[in-house]
Protein backbone atom coordinates (compact mmCIF):
# COMPACT_ATOMS: atom_id res chain seq x y z
CA UNK A 1 0.00 0.00 0.00
CA UNK A 2 1.12 3.55 -0.43
CA UNK A 3 0.25 6.74 1.22
CA UNK A 4 -0.33 8.94 -1.62
CA UNK A 5 -3.21 6.73 -2.35
CA UNK A 6 -4.82 6.89 1.38
CA UNK A 7 -6.71 10.10 0.61
CA UNK A 8 -8.52 8.67 -2.56
CA UNK A 9 -8.66 5.26 -0.86
CA UNK A 10 -11.13 6.72 2.07
CA UNK A 11 -13.47 8.41 -0.31
CA UNK A 12 -13.68 5.11 -1.59
CA UNK A 13 -15.09 3.61 1.20
CA UNK A 14 -17.13 6.46 1.59
CA UNK A 15 -18.82 6.20 -2.09
CA UNK A 16 -19.21 2.53 -1.29
CA UNK A 17 -20.86 2.54 1.79
CA UNK A 18 -23.83 5.62 0.10
CA UNK A 19 -23.94 3.57 -2.66
CA UNK A 20 -25.09 0.85 -0.94
CA UNK A 21 -27.76 2.75 1.62
CA UNK A 22 -29.10 4.31 -1.72
CA UNK A 23 -30.42 0.63 -2.57
CA UNK A 24 -31.39 0.70 1.33
CA UNK A 25 -28.17 -2.06 2.09
CA UNK A 26 -26.74 -0.64 5.67
CA UNK A 27 -22.74 -1.37 6.00
CA UNK A 28 -22.10 -2.52 9.54
CA UNK A 29 -18.43 -2.35 9.65
CA UNK A 30 -15.12 -2.09 7.42
CA UNK A 31 -11.88 -2.90 7.44
CA UNK A 32 -9.13 -1.41 5.84
CA UNK A 33 -8.20 -4.64 3.92
CA UNK A 34 -8.39 -8.09 4.80
CA UNK A 35 -5.25 -9.86 6.26
CA UNK A 36 -3.22 -6.27 6.65
CA UNK A 37 0.50 -8.25 6.90
CA UNK A 38 0.29 -10.34 3.30
CA UNK A 39 -0.23 -9.69 -0.29
CA UNK A 40 -1.23 -13.42 -0.31
CA UNK A 41 1.98 -13.96 -3.08
CA UNK A 42 -0.09 -11.82 -5.25
CA UNK A 43 -3.28 -14.59 -5.75
CA UNK A 44 -5.19 -12.17 -4.60
CA UNK A 45 -6.67 -8.72 -4.34
CA UNK A 46 -4.60 -7.37 -1.48
CA UNK A 47 -1.74 -5.19 -0.51
CA UNK A 48 1.12 -5.76 2.45
CA UNK A 49 -0.14 -2.71 4.95
CA UNK A 50 3.04 -1.86 7.28
CA UNK A 51 1.45 -1.22 10.90
CA UNK A 52 1.94 2.26 10.89
CA UNK A 53 0.27 2.40 7.46
CA UNK A 54 -2.92 1.32 8.97
CA UNK A 55 -2.73 3.41 12.17
CA UNK A 56 -1.77 6.70 10.00
CA UNK A 57 -4.95 5.65 7.27
CA UNK A 58 -7.50 5.16 9.99
CA UNK A 59 -6.39 8.10 11.92
CA UNK A 60 -6.26 10.84 9.62
CA UNK A 61 -8.05 9.51 6.68
CA UNK A 62 -10.86 6.66 7.21
CA UNK A 63 -12.26 7.83 10.16
CA UNK A 64 -12.29 11.84 9.15
CA UNK A 65 -13.96 10.60 6.03
CA UNK A 66 -16.72 8.69 7.50
CA UNK A 67 -17.10 11.97 10.01
CA UNK A 68 -17.10 14.72 7.91
CA UNK A 69 -19.56 12.55 5.70
CA UNK A 70 -21.97 11.29 8.51
CA UNK A 71 -21.19 7.79 8.50
CA UNK A 72 -21.84 5.48 11.32
CA UNK A 73 -20.06 2.72 9.87
CA UNK A 74 -17.63 0.76 12.41
CA UNK A 75 -14.05 0.59 11.23
CA UNK A 76 -12.21 -2.52 12.87
CA UNK A 77 -8.56 -2.99 12.20
CA UNK A 78 -6.04 -5.97 11.56
CA UNK A 79 -8.93 -7.86 9.98
CA UNK A 80 -6.13 -10.36 10.50
CA UNK A 81 -4.17 -13.80 12.79
CA UNK A 82 -4.27 -13.62 16.62
CA UNK A 83 -0.50 -14.13 16.27
CA UNK A 84 -0.79 -10.24 15.69
CA UNK A 85 -1.89 -9.35 18.98
CA UNK A 86 1.03 -7.08 19.90
CA UNK A 87 0.56 -4.98 16.88
CA UNK A 88 -3.10 -4.90 18.04
CA UNK A 89 -1.96 -3.33 21.20
CA UNK A 90 0.16 -0.57 19.41
CA UNK A 91 -2.50 -0.04 17.19
CA UNK A 92 -5.19 0.97 19.70
CA UNK A 93 -2.21 2.93 21.56
CA UNK A 94 -2.20 5.52 19.17
CA UNK A 95 -5.02 8.20 20.12
CA UNK A 96 -6.20 8.86 16.74
CA UNK A 97 -7.17 4.48 16.44
CA UNK A 98 -8.40 4.74 19.64
CA UNK A 99 -10.94 7.15 18.72
CA UNK A 100 -12.02 6.05 15.22
CA UNK A 101 -11.45 2.18 15.74
CA UNK A 102 -14.25 0.24 17.26
CA UNK A 103 -12.36 -2.66 17.65
CA UNK A 104 -10.46 -5.63 16.10
CA UNK A 105 -11.36 -8.45 13.56
CA UNK A 106 -9.69 -11.96 14.48
CA UNK A 107 -8.86 -14.90 12.17
CA UNK A 108 -7.79 -17.55 13.54
CA UNK A 109 -5.33 -19.50 11.66
CA UNK A 110 -2.10 -18.85 13.34
CA UNK A 111 -1.70 -17.71 17.37
CA UNK A 112 -4.14 -18.77 20.21
CA UNK A 113 -7.25 -17.42 21.25
CA UNK A 114 -6.21 -15.88 24.33
CA UNK A 115 -4.81 -13.13 22.18
CA UNK A 116 -8.33 -11.56 21.69
CA UNK A 117 -8.23 -11.41 25.91
CA UNK A 118 -4.65 -10.05 25.97
CA UNK A 119 -6.30 -7.29 23.76
CA UNK A 120 -9.53 -6.91 25.45
CA UNK A 121 -7.45 -6.74 28.88
CA UNK A 122 -5.57 -3.28 27.58
CA UNK A 123 -8.15 -2.01 25.82
CA UNK A 124 -11.69 -3.10 27.39
CA UNK A 125 -13.89 -0.63 25.57
CA UNK A 126 -12.76 -1.87 22.55
CA UNK A 127 -14.72 -4.92 21.09
CA UNK A 128 -13.39 -8.24 19.03
CA UNK A 129 -15.08 -10.07 16.03
CA UNK A 130 -13.98 -13.67 14.69
CA UNK A 131 -14.19 -12.65 11.00
CA UNK A 132 -12.98 -15.51 9.44
CA UNK A 133 -11.89 -19.43 9.50
CA UNK A 134 -12.63 -22.43 7.23
CA UNK A 135 -11.78 -26.12 6.28
CA UNK A 136 -9.94 -27.28 3.74
CA UNK A 137 -12.18 -29.07 1.53
CA UNK A 138 -9.56 -31.60 0.48
CA UNK A 139 -8.98 -32.68 3.94
CA UNK A 140 -10.67 -36.16 4.72
CA UNK A 141 -12.74 -34.98 7.88
CA UNK A 142 -14.34 -31.62 5.75
CA UNK A 143 -17.16 -33.48 6.76
CA UNK A 144 -17.21 -34.84 10.00
CA UNK A 145 -14.83 -32.25 12.44
CA UNK A 146 -17.47 -30.94 14.10
CA UNK A 147 -16.09 -31.57 17.84
CA UNK A 148 -12.71 -29.71 16.73
CA UNK A 149 -14.79 -27.12 15.06
CA UNK A 150 -17.13 -26.42 18.64
CA UNK A 151 -14.07 -26.47 20.29
CA UNK A 152 -12.42 -23.56 18.35
CA UNK A 153 -15.74 -21.94 18.59
CA UNK A 154 -16.09 -21.92 22.41
CA UNK A 155 -12.02 -20.61 22.58
CA UNK A 156 -13.39 -17.71 20.48
CA UNK A 157 -16.67 -16.99 22.55
CA UNK A 158 -14.85 -17.32 25.71
CA UNK A 159 -12.03 -14.91 24.68
CA UNK A 160 -14.53 -11.75 24.48
CA UNK A 161 -15.36 -12.17 20.44
CA UNK A 162 -18.98 -10.70 19.81
CA UNK A 163 -19.30 -12.69 16.61
CA UNK A 164 -18.49 -15.77 14.61
CA UNK A 165 -18.21 -15.70 10.61
CA UNK A 166 -17.38 -18.98 8.58
CA UNK A 167 -14.60 -18.50 5.12
CA UNK A 168 -18.13 -19.04 3.20
CA UNK A 169 -21.71 -19.91 3.40
CA UNK A 170 -21.75 -22.33 -0.35
CA UNK A 171 -19.07 -23.34 -2.15
CA UNK A 172 -18.76 -26.06 -4.93
CA UNK A 173 -16.24 -29.67 -4.55
CA UNK A 174 -13.51 -27.27 -5.92
CA UNK A 175 -14.11 -24.82 -2.99
CA UNK A 176 -14.98 -22.15 -5.97
CA UNK A 177 -15.68 -19.50 -7.24
CA UNK A 178 -12.45 -18.38 -5.68
CA UNK A 179 -10.15 -16.64 -7.46
CA UNK A 180 -6.78 -17.35 -4.49
CA UNK A 181 -4.55 -20.33 -4.12
CA UNK A 182 -6.25 -21.65 -1.28
CA UNK A 183 -8.78 -24.62 -1.32
CA UNK A 184 -11.06 -23.78 1.88
CA UNK A 185 -14.32 -25.30 1.36
CA UNK A 186 -17.97 -23.34 2.42
CA UNK A 187 -19.93 -24.06 5.46
CA UNK A 188 -22.19 -26.57 2.60
CA UNK A 189 -20.73 -28.06 -0.43
CA UNK A 190 -22.67 -27.86 -3.59
CA UNK A 191 -21.30 -30.54 -6.11
CA UNK A 192 -21.58 -28.68 -9.50
CA UNK A 193 -22.62 -31.54 -11.45
CA UNK A 194 -24.66 -33.47 -9.45
CA UNK A 195 -26.20 -30.79 -6.93
CA UNK A 196 -25.44 -33.03 -4.35
CA UNK A 197 -25.01 -31.36 -0.90
CA UNK A 198 -22.45 -31.75 2.03
CA UNK A 199 -22.01 -30.23 5.34
CA UNK A 200 -19.25 -29.65 6.62
CA UNK A 201 -18.37 -30.23 10.22
CA UNK A 202 -18.42 -26.57 10.87
CA UNK A 203 -21.67 -26.34 9.61
CA UNK A 204 -22.80 -28.77 12.31
CA UNK A 205 -20.65 -26.86 15.05
CA UNK A 206 -22.27 -23.71 14.17
CA UNK A 207 -25.38 -25.39 14.32
CA UNK A 208 -25.24 -26.20 17.71
CA UNK A 209 -24.00 -22.36 18.77
CA UNK A 210 -26.62 -20.31 16.23
CA UNK A 211 -29.65 -22.61 17.29
CA UNK A 212 -29.54 -21.84 20.99
CA UNK A 213 -27.44 -18.68 21.18
CA UNK A 214 -29.29 -15.75 20.19
CA UNK A 215 -28.24 -12.14 19.34
CA UNK A 216 -27.53 -10.37 22.35
CA UNK A 217 -26.78 -12.99 24.65
CA UNK A 218 -23.53 -12.96 26.85
CA UNK A 219 -20.87 -15.25 28.05
CA UNK A 220 -21.19 -16.67 31.20
CA UNK A 221 -18.07 -17.86 33.56
CA UNK A 222 -17.93 -21.79 33.42
CA UNK A 223 -15.37 -24.01 35.48
CA UNK A 224 -14.45 -27.25 35.47
CA UNK A 225 -11.75 -29.77 34.04
CA UNK A 226 -12.09 -32.34 31.90
CA UNK A 227 -9.77 -34.15 29.36
CA UNK A 228 -11.31 -33.38 25.96
CA UNK A 229 -14.23 -31.64 27.24
CA UNK A 230 -14.68 -27.76 26.43
CA UNK A 231 -17.60 -26.26 27.65
CA UNK A 232 -18.74 -22.72 26.61
CA UNK A 233 -22.55 -20.83 28.27
CA UNK A 234 -24.65 -18.19 27.37
CA UNK A 235 -27.64 -16.02 28.94
CA UNK A 236 -29.55 -15.29 26.37
CA UNK A 237 -31.60 -11.75 26.45
CA UNK A 238 -35.14 -13.44 26.70
CA UNK A 239 -34.07 -14.99 30.10
CA UNK A 240 -32.62 -18.43 29.10
CA UNK A 241 -29.65 -20.18 29.33
CA UNK A 242 -27.17 -21.99 26.79
CA UNK A 243 -24.61 -24.70 27.48
CA UNK A 244 -22.67 -26.22 24.60
CA UNK A 245 -20.60 -29.31 25.49
CA UNK A 246 -17.83 -30.50 23.20
CA UNK A 247 -16.43 -33.93 23.73
CA UNK A 248 -12.75 -34.51 21.37
CA UNK A 249 -12.16 -37.44 23.79
CA UNK A 250 -13.38 -40.69 24.59
CA UNK A 251 -17.20 -41.62 25.58
CA UNK A 252 -17.43 -40.14 29.14
CA UNK A 253 -19.83 -38.93 31.93
CA UNK A 254 -20.26 -36.20 32.96
CA UNK A 255 -22.41 -33.97 35.96
CA UNK A 256 -23.68 -30.29 35.09
CA UNK A 257 -24.64 -27.50 37.72
CA UNK A 258 -26.37 -24.54 37.83
CA UNK A 259 -27.55 -22.99 40.89
CA UNK A 260 -29.92 -24.90 41.93
CA UNK A 261 -30.04 -27.24 39.10
CA UNK A 262 -28.55 -30.47 37.83
CA UNK A 263 -28.12 -32.83 35.00
CA UNK A 264 -25.97 -36.07 34.15
CA UNK A 265 -24.69 -36.72 30.91
CA UNK A 266 -23.16 -39.25 28.88
CA UNK A 267 -20.97 -37.75 26.17
CA UNK A 268 -20.38 -39.52 23.16
CA UNK A 269 -16.96 -39.55 21.11
CA UNK A 270 -16.31 -36.78 19.02
CA UNK A 271 -19.61 -35.68 20.08
CA UNK A 272 -21.51 -31.74 20.64
CA UNK A 273 -24.83 -31.78 23.07
CA UNK A 274 -26.16 -28.35 23.50
CA UNK A 275 -28.60 -27.92 26.46
CA UNK A 276 -31.62 -24.60 26.82
CA UNK A 277 -33.42 -24.35 30.00
CA UNK A 278 -35.38 -20.96 31.01
Known amino acids: MRKHYFASYAQYFVKFIQAYKAEGITIGAVTPQNEVDTDQDGGLPAALWGQEYEMAFVSEFLGPAFRSASIDTKIW ?86 SIVAWNLVLDETGGPNIGTFKCGGLVTLESKTQKITRSGQYWALAHFSSAVRRGAQVLATTGAVPGIDHVAFANPDGSYVLVLTNRGVECEINCRFREKSLHLKLARNSIVTLRWS
Open 77 to 162: ILDHNYDLWGRALDELGDPGVFEYADGIAWHGYAGTPDAMSKVHNAFPTKSAYWTEGGSFITSPDYSSDWATWSSTFTGIMKNWAR
